[in-house]
Every structure is written in C-alpha cells, then in structure tokens.
C-alpha cells in the first residue's frame, strides 16, 4: 500500500496531511484491481466506502430513467464525468452513508482502486481530530466545488436557447 501514498498527495481531500496522517489513511484502506466496464456500484445502492483511483479510469453514469417519464423507452446510462489517477469519488458517503447518486465503472483495462471504508476512516478521524479537521474541511471544499460546478452547468442548460432569427 506505501505505493500509493503518491497518489493519495495528489487526491484534493488528502491536501495538507503530513506523512503520518498519509501513512495512517493508507492503512485504513486496501486496494480493488478492476477489469475493463466492472462495475463498482449502482446508482441508488448503499455507500460505505470512498475511493481513489491509483491506475486507470473510472466513469460515473447516472440513469436518465430515474429523472424521466418511466413509460418513455428505456435509455443508455449517460457518462457524466471520466476521473483519472489521483481523483476520488463516492466521497458523500463519508457525510451521510446516504444512497449513491450515481453508477461507477471501470473505463480502462487494469484500473486499481484504493478503497477506504467509511468506519475506519471515522475511527481515524475520530482518534486524531486534527487529521480529521484537515480531512473534513478538504472534502467540504471538494463538494463545494462539484455543487458550483453542477450549479453553473445546470443554469447554462436552463438558461441557453439559441437564437432562431439567425
């Protein structure tokens, strides 16, 4: 696993640790090999865990079925974001082990993952609140960043109509 303590510098959440606290998240964790298209989770299912992509991509799809009319035909998953090495996902079950809003999937052949359950990474952040405060306050600005950014995309949907006089 020290292999990938490189990787968890790179993620945005891990921004600011010191080597102890890498060293202390990495042994929280374990790492997942994928093939191409395995999926990681489904849309709507239970969230437990964050992770880390060390090798390969990932893409997260969400339904359009489950935001339509459920009598129109059924329609493809639709890609909303392609993450690369050194990005992480599934972040929101750290806050609230809600359900997922959306489906992962391995998008290249040999994609690992470090997978980092949310029990052992509360016990850590429980244990030591200052890795815990730097923790939580890098995963509030991730969030933050992902809502502007869906804000700002959902507001151009909603608010660009092209000329017709043109």
Known sequence: MSKYSNILRQADIFQGLSEEHLRMILDCGHTRKLDFND????????????YVIAEGEVEIEVDPVLVGDPSSPAANPCTIAT?????CFGEIALVDQGIRSASAKSASPDTVLVVFPREKLMKVCNS??????RLMHN???????????????LREHLLYSPRKDI
Request: proline letters at 3%; zero cysteines; aromatic letters at 6%.
């Open 128 to 133: 030591h609140p200052n890795l815990g405060y």
């Open 139 to 153: 995963l509030a600005a991730d969030l933050a960043l992902k809502i502007r950014s869906t804000d700002l995309r």
């Open 83 to 87: 993450l690369r090495r050194g990005q």
């Open 39 to 50: 999926r990681i989770f489904e849309e709507n299912s239970a969230s437990d865990e964050l």
